[in-house]
């Protein structure tokens, strides 16, 4: 199964952080071709089989031993956790085993947008794992409110991030292989995410039927990883069937998106799903591309309408359509502006230095708060 989304970052760009600073840093997950790459950046990887997308509580309890094991065994100093599972249970194993913890929420999906039997669960064991962290990061002030209004974090042991962060020197703009927009052809839409439905790719898809049927030259692209363990996972005759219309062109799963977002015009992300902040929306806006994206949470705040991109409202398709017009309708110069409006943005309040250096000065209050000796290992 893949390494979850965003473990790159977390124990990739960051480890090197820890590293610097003489830690060691040891990457638990399900194992995959990323293992390779985080072995590269000289962390040492565990594989730690987990059910991702399953509820079984037997699967789960057996990650919960796999765990403390885990942090016995490699006598853990600080437990990072990132994503639903590591977070709820790797909690819970450093709960029993003492071991202080760090968090990361970066969302919370669609078990927090309703009220039911399933809510008040996961609500149940996110404050069984979490309510005694040493830290948890949130990605967005909404998610953060929501846990600390339910009692699912002490307030003072929780705070926000800007999201993943975004390495602006790494995603800076670059130049276009065909020179000028009026001579390279049909205008290019992008979006990049996992392929589910809860990303609002079904809503893209129409959007991009109501243009192509008013006669725009459009080109559409998706990027992302097809056949992820989701049941809102878009099957892949199904991209194919769009394939065959004329709707879009499947990409893949692209491990450097850079060169695809430099021939982009606009990047769309109209998730409905409760993200934490999309990291793919970081990448666009610092290479100076206008994004579109939902008036939802986790969304909302990596654009400013109107000035380095749109909103549109969710599940609306029509919409939607509309804030692609718009974008469409503005000239180069007015969308090259757009685009370092949206720059300025990211390395003002989405820098990666930001999250790195929040990370590095909780470990270290929890490394000279340690009676014992100091603590290397993370």
């Known amino acids: 199964m893949p390494t979850p989304p965003g473990i790159w970052q977390i124990f990739g760009c960051d480890s090197r952080a820890l590293q610097d600073a003489g830690y060691e840093v040891i990457a638990a ?62 909690g819970i194993a450093c709960r029993l085993t003492r071991v202080p913890s760090v968090h990361n929420v970066a969302g919370l999906g669609t078990v ?21 962290a040493a830290m948890v990061f949130f990605q967005n002030a909404d998610d953060y409110a929501l846990f600390e209004k339910a009692g699912l974090v002490d307030a003072e042991r929780a705070t926000c991030l800007p999201g993943s962060g975004v390495d602006t020197a790494r995603f800076a703009p670059q130049e276009r292989e065909q020179g000028a ?15 589910l439905w809860d990303k609002g790719i079904g809503e893209f898809i129409e959007a991009t039927r109501r243009l192509k049927g008013d006669g725009a030259d459009i080109e559409c692209e998706l990027l992302g990883f097809l056949g992820a363990e989701n049941r809102t996972a878009i099957p892949r005759a199904q991209i194919r069937a769009w394939e065959r219309e004329g709707l879009v062109r499947y990409r893949g799963a692209v491990e450097d998106v ?101 990370y590095l000065m909780v470990i270290r209050q929890i490394v000279s708060a340690d009676s014992g000796p100091a603590a290397r290992r993370a």
């Not at 300025?344 to 820098?351: C, H, L, P, V, W």
């Open 258 to 358: 850079r060169h695809t977002i430099a021939q982009a015009d606009c990047i769309v992300l109209p998730s409905y799903y409760r993200e934490g902040t999309p990291r793919s929306l970081l990448e666009a806006a610092s290479m100076g591309k206008p994004i579109i994206t939902t008036d939802a949470i986790g969304c909302r705040n990596t654009v400013e309408h109107g000035v380095t991109g749109y909103l549109c409202k969710p599940r609306d398709a029509a919409d939607l359509a509309d804030r692609m017009r718009d974008v469409m309708a503005l000239t180069e110069d007015q969308r090259m502006a757009m685009g370092e409006q949206g720059r300025k943005k990211m390395q003002a309040e989405f820098e990666e230095s930001i999250v790195i250096d929040r």
């Open 29 to 90: 997950a399900p194992y995959d071709d990323n293992a390779k790459r985080l072995e590269a950046a000289g962390l040492r990887f565990v594989s730690l089989p987990m059910d991702n997308a399953g509820t079984n509580p037997l699967r789960d309890a057996l990650l919960t031993a796999r765990l403390v094991r885990l942090l016995i065994r490699e006598r853990i100093d600080v437990y990072l956790g990132y994503t639903v599972k590591p977070n709820v249970y790797g």
């Open 112 to 132: 927090f947008m309703c009220d039911n039997l399933l809510t008040r669960v996961v609500r149940g064991l996110y404050r069984l794992g979490m309510k005694r």
């Open 181 to 195: 927009i009026t001579d390279r052809g049909p205008f290019r839409f992008v979006l990049s995410a996992r392929l």
